[in-house]
């Protein structure tokens, strides 16, 4: 399995309503630039990621110590292990 913990682009989510939102919503603010709004609300699309100082969300963590206890390889990509939580999957 992969855990994204991070989040991932694909996704993303009214920050006014929190009603998910179509992923070609999305691909198209990416590519022209611009801002995405919701189509219910207008409010601000948010991607399914974190930005920085956004906090790994408990569930990503227990799942991510889950996962790296029970695998018998682990691959860890997009970090330096000089931080914490991803740099804790190693002591396992």
Do not use: W
């Not at 999305?26 to 709004?37: Q, R």
């Amino acid at each position: 399995p992969v855990t994204n913990l991070h989040g991932v682009l694909s996704t993303g989510h009214c920050l006014k309503c929190k009603k998910p939102v179509d992923s070609s919503l999305l691909m198209e603010a990416y590519k022209t630039g611009k801002v995405a709004y919701c189509k219910s609300c207008s409010g601000v699309i948010k991607p399914d990621i974190l930005f920085y100082h956004e906090a790994v969300t408990e569930d990503a963590l227990i799942r991510m110590k889950q996962e790296a206890t029970s695998a018998d390889l682990l691959l860890i990509l997009g970090t330096s292990l000089s931080t914490s939580p991803v740099s804790d999957c190693i002591s396992f």
